[in-house]
């Protein structure tokens, strides 16, 4: 059964992708936009076919000018309503640019520096540090994501009731760093949730409020607002499944419609004015869209400015390329700007699959409009032929162990003269190419050649930086950091007493893990979590011993460094992580 479904999808792929595009005219005309909208018409259905997408928006800003939106599919299924530039969605992670671009309003008017530290305008906040001040932490530093903050305070963060976010600040005070401020890019919802919470105090509104007095009602985006709450259907496949609302509403709480979102783009576009009103200055904008972390080793080409990431969408030619994209486990989201020729889109799903399409979507969107407006065309793709080499001894002793990835725990192996990668439960070669690079090639069934075109443009390569032996991913000749390899350590006997199956003691109504193992493999201490909403994945993650009674993630990058800690009750071991109480099971010696 599982053989034939794969044969059946491999089969609708070939057919998909017969489908004939428009044709691009022969001659183009300076800011007409009709062959963009075909274009992207034809490939939003493409792509909401293949992925079973069930709604989507997309609105495209020319400077001051509105020359596309327009709703795919539907809002509500079952009540035939039609997806609109107006449909309401959860923009998750997109807030972040809205309560970076909040700071730097409150920057302007003497309420926050961006460079002091965080507790000097939230003085309750307080953590530990193994290494690294804490009063390095700073606004700046948490706007791109080098603040060294944990990933999330995950206890409560998605819920049918969320308690308020400010929750967050005072419940941190026995947790640690993950890392010292300004030494690895590690994305940190609880950061910017933070930042939120300095809002509060140095503005002296409620978060909310205040970005919807200074920002959503200023911008005429009256259908927007910052809330715990769902806006409306979400789908799996065609099926509407529950959607859960987040705690965290500076980090991922925006919830609008592609119709308002132009006005944040207009905005951008007229040097922080809209309607006359200067929203935010020139000045502020320029700081905005400015690298921050060029100096950070660990980074390789990942460019980030304040509350907006440079690097990530690929549009040649374009100048600086600005985005964000939002991910919750329902709605998905792309906004792309450029800035120097004042473009932009924003594409929203309300649809679990639609995550890879919005990306793909904003990012030909722009490209096509780039032509239209400028006559920049984009340069042809030229397909390198990699040339592989034979993998030496070296390559094997560099490469044969654990990694920890952006994708959980990878294990690389020799076998039969070859390296393979064992991923997500997926086995993928890996294919020594020159440069001390290596590719990969996927084989279904373990013998049948696939080419992915996706995987023939990736190199993999292995660095020695500041004491980590660190994976870099190249793409569209911008390298980033994607894993660490994992060296093991003697694991005190003791811990081993917390290996087994566990259950959380202090459950909340909203989405957690079905089960949690820890395992000893290979001499690692690994944890195992499984997921309903995504069955038969297992994600896997490698603690390290730093005390008696702690752990801490292994690898570099978002979700590592962060500390495990150890108790026995009694007889009975705990896990306390990230507000969670985890208690092991009875272990059953029959």
Not at 235 to 252: M, Q, T, V
Request: with cysteine.
């Amino acid at each position: 059964m599982q053989v034939s479904k794969i044969i059946c999808a491999i089969f609708i792929l070939v057919l998909s992708a017969c489908s004939t595009p428009p044709q691009k005219p022969v001659s183009n005309v300076r800011g007409d936009y009709t062959f963009t909208r075909e274009y992207i018409t034809w490939l939003i259905e493409r792509e909401m076919n293949d992925a079973d997408v069930t709604g989507l928006s997309i609105t495209l800003v020319d400077d001051q000018h509105v020359v596309w939106e327009q709703g795919f599919g539907y809002a509500d299924k079952q009540a035939n309503i039609k997806a609109t530039p107006d449909t309401l969605y959860h923009l998750g992670s997109i807030a972040k640019v809205f309560t970076a671009t909040a700071a730097m309003q409150l920057a302007e008017q003497g309420k926050l520096d961006i460079d002091q530290p965080l507790q000097t305008y939230l003085p309750e906040f307080s953590i530990r540090s193994r290494a690294g001040d804490i009063n390095k932490i700073t606004p700046r530093n948490i706007m791109t994501h080098h603040s060294g903050l944990p990933c999330n305070w995950v206890h409560g963060m998605s819920e049918r009731n969320p308690g308020p976010f400010t929750e967050v600040v005072t419940a941190l005070k026995d947790e640690y760093m993950a890392y010292p401020p300004d030494y690895v890019f590690a994305y940190s919802n609880l950061g910017v949730t933070l930042l939120g919470a300095s809002i509060e105090k140095r503005s002296g509104e409620c978060y909310a409020c205040y970005m919807y007095s200074h920002l959503l009602q200023p911008l005429d985006m009256m259908h927007s607002e910052f809330a715990p709450r769902i806006p409306g259907k979400s789908y799996d496949r065609g099926k509407e499944i529950e959607a859960i609302p987040l705690r965290d509403l500076p980090s991922g709480g925006l919830i609008s419609s592609a119709s308002d979102m132009a006005h944040f783009m207009q905005m951008v576009f007229a040097d922080g004015k809209y309607a006359g009103r200067q929203i935010v200055t020139p000045e502020s904008l320029r700081e905005m869209f400015s690298v921050q972390n060029a100096n950070v080793a660990l980074d390789f080409d990942f460019k980030m400015g304040l509350g907006w990431m440079l690097s990530g969408i690929d549009v040649p030619r374009a100048g600086t390329v600005a985005s964000h994209g939002g991910t919750t486990l329902n709605y998905h989201s792309m906004m792309v700007v450029l800035p120097e020729q004042k473009l932009g889109v924003v594409v929203m799903s309300n649809s679990v699959t639609a995550e890879a399409m919005v990306g793909k979507i904003a990012t030909e969107t722009l490209k096509l409009a780039l032509e239209s407006k400028r006559g920049i065309v984009q340069p042809v793709k030229m397909v390198q032929e990699t040339k592989e080499v034979p993998l030496t001894e070296a390559d094997v002793r560099a490469y044969d162990g654990y990694f920890d990835t952006l994708i959980g725990l990878v294990k690389v192996s020799a076998k039969s003269g070859d390296l393979v990668a064992e991923i997500m439960g997926q086995k993928l070669e890996l294919i020594p190419r020159e440069e001390n690079q290596f590719g990969a090639r996927f084989k279904l069934f373990g013998f049948i050649p696939l080419k992915i075109d996706a995987l023939d443009e990736l190199n993999i390569s292995l660095h020695r930086i500041d004491g980590h032996d660190v994976l870099a991913l190249k793409s569209n000749n911008q390298s980033m950091l994607i894993g660490e390899k994992i060296e093991p350590v003697t694991i005190p006997p003791r811990m081993l007493d917390y290996v087994g199956e566990y259950e959380i003691i202090n459950k909340y109504d909203g989405p957690l893990p079905q089960s949690v193992r820890i395992v000893y493999e290979d001499g690692l201490l690994i944890g195992e979590f499984t997921f309903a909403e995504k069955p038969g994945f297992v994600f896997r993650v490698a603690f390290k011993p730093v005390a008696a009674d702690e752990l801490v993630t292994e690898g570099l990058g978002p979700g590592k460094g962060e500390t495990l800690h150890l108790k026995k009750l009694g007889a009975e071991p705990h896990i306390y992580f990230s507000g969670f109480d985890l208690r092991r099971k009875p272990v059953n010696h029959s």
